[in-house]
DNA sequence: TTGAAAGCGGTACCAA
DNA sequence: TTGGTACCGCTTTCAA
């Protein structure tokens, strides 16, 4: 138990005002600029805090001030572009706003119940996305009276929601498929993994019953990263009747099908066709077709919205579902028109 | 000004030892464990508690205990798959280890002398990445008594150090160029812009010295984005005397002049080379030659000293230099033996 | 085993 | 314009 703790303890007000002969009060006040302080104590004040270093304490500050000034975002996992990308919007925006942000990666951690309720202690409010913590959680929150806005997700009570518009997505898609001409459809990835999974597979499924086709087969489930992908193409791909499309749920699943491909001998999209979604930086090289998400202004939308309901203005529940832009490169097919491709 | 803030306000501890028929320091031990409480008052408290929905509040909680229970990370950007992983390392031993995570990015916004030193004022200690601050604000939160971890940049004072083998990844990767034969060097990237460019370019310069070459001209600056790389490499590509390899400071900059090339009519490795840094995952498709660093492990790394430090064992100063490995693929050249990419 | 009370470091109201 | 002081919500001595 040999902790040698030697940090200089910091300087309180107390300190300033002693240093400037005045009260706490009117360090308070000189610092805030609330109220009007006289010029010449002003001065002696804010020398004493230069010559002090004075730093005011965020914990003696928030606490009298009943507010973190923090707010923080709730994901599964930061590993993949998806990811980094919304935080990074999120970030951006609350920082602009005067939030601090807090961060928490639930993903295949234990207990992530506990650990978001750990977080609301440190915020005024917080970002929920995807499959993070189960529907109860998120009441309790908004009843302990935090604001919550939800990403990535279904909306839960009167939470603000923001999503991506998977329907329209993967419509669209399924729709520039057919024009292909394929006709055996395989969806790679799990639902159950997570709520835009879900929403797309769901997507997939009703816009082939809806072209008069079979219902496609159970997805092929599997995680997020490239190797699963890979395996799980490998499945589809060696089954007898091999498909002629695997419609995957992320771009890290179509790299990974992508390989299982060439594993096999197969060409891309000569024997396989390949999509993707989210459009991260490696579907370019990789000539991957897949539908781009605004990932910086999911984040970025869902930090404004926080923000405000911090603020407490009583606006009406919100949803917002964004837009979504298919992205046709060389994996889904040939192409008359060269490069569909936005710049 | 009509702001309709209706949020129940929480409740404390005062609430349930009224509840429970105790003083509030019995239910802070009951909380706590630390001390014994006796069966029955425990249970009387719990169900309080539990009937209550108490949650104690963090700030009365750190302001007592005097710590935050927190800490930061500060790096420059989070696009890109660089600064992403390593946060994501950072986080997952912060989280492991019970502290909460905040995030600053500081590239690009005004005063970011100012964010930092608010961050400070929320956490036990902070891990500082590359160019985010200036030398004297690194040496102002040490004295201030906030530990300090520094992460891919230069040592200052006696704060601990983490960074990457810039020195030897470089020397390994113009080793190989020099096997390929090439004569005409180019750097790509900005030394100004991050401690790490500048090693890079460094020993990237030294070790054409050693080699009894001219000394390589002035790199070619650039920010880390692709579309800079791109207009930085073509600058390099219409000289009359083409360089042979573009020697790029990260991977997205040499992504950038893969671009080039193409768009001059270049072929990659015939006509010129192009390495990269980083190995992210774009690079793999585009069959870049790159040195790996492990991302993730710095991160890690950095978040297990802080906490260390936070402790307050009086450890000497560290300092860790983790190594790096070169990523052979099609970009710098034909090879004979067939991948020396590792799995 | 428990309670009273003194902090922890600020903010803001009320008087002076 | 300033000072005194009552909180904010919790932890932790010190006594009982």
Same mark, same amino acid.
């Given at each position: ?10 300087? @309180?007000? !107390? ?39 004075? #730093?005011? $304490? ?6 009298? /001030? ?120 395989? &969806?790679?990835?799990?639902?159950? /993994? ?9 997507? &997939?499924?009703?816009? =082939?019953?809806?072209?008069? +086709? ?5 997805? =092929?489930?599997?995680? &997020?990263?490239?190797? $699963?992908? #890979? ?6 791909? +060696? ?13 890290? @699943? ?12 197969? $060409? ?61 490169? $060389? ?5 008359? !028109? ?6």
């Amino acid at each position: 138990m040999a902790v040698i703790n030697n940090r200089p303890k910091p300087v @309180t007000i !107390h300190e300033v005002a002693a240093q400037a002969g005045v009260s706490i009060a009117t360090v308070s006040r000189a610092l805030s600029g609330s109220t009007t302080v006289a010029s010449p104590t002003r001065e002696r004040v804010l020398a004493a805090v230069e010559q002090l270093r004075f #730093r005011p $304490s965020r914990l003696g500050q928030s606490l009298a /001030e009943g507010r973190h000034a923090a707010n923080g975002i709730v994901f599964p996992d930061l590993s993949g572009p998806y990811y980094a990308e919304v935080v990074l919007g999120y970030e951006e925006v609350a920082a602009e706003l005067g939030s601090s942000v807090l961060i928490l990666a639930t993903h295949g951690r234990p207990e992530p119940t506990r650990r978001v309720l750990e977080l609301a202690r440190r915020v005024d409010g917080m970002v929920l996305m995807g499959r993070t913590v189960p529907d109860e959680v998120v009441s309790q929150l908004t009843e302990t009276g935090i604001p919550v806005v939800l990403l990535a997700r279904p909306a839960v009570g009167e939470s603000d929601t923001v999503n991506v518009d998977n329907e329209h997505g993967t419509r669209a898609l399924v729709k520039h498929l057919a024009r292909h001409g394929y006709q055996r459809f395989a &969806f790679v990835g799990d639902p159950a /993994e997570s709520p835009d999974v879900a929403g797309r597979y769901a997507a &997939f499924r009703a816009s =082939l019953l809806e072209a008069g +086709r079979r219902p496609p087969r159970e997805p =092929l489930r599997c995680a &997020f990263d490239v190797s $699963s992908g #890979r395996r799980a193409a490998l499945r589809a791909l +060696r089954r007898a009747l091999r498909p002629e499309v695997l419609v995957c749920g992320n771009d890290e @699943t179509a790299l990974g099908a992508l390989e299982a491909a060439a594993e096999l001998g197969l $060409s891309v999209p000569g024997d396989v066709a390949v999509t993707g979604w989210d459009d991260v930086m490696a579907a370019r090289y990789a000539g991957l077709t897949t539908v781009r998400q605004p990932m910086r202004q999911l984040g970025a939308t869902a930090a404004r919205w926080l923000q405000e309901r911090i603020a407490g203005h009583g606006e009406p529940v919100r949803r917002r579902v964004l837009q979504t832009q298919l992205v046709v490169r $060389s994996s889904c097919g040939t192409h008359d !028109h060269e490069s569909e491709e936005p710049r």
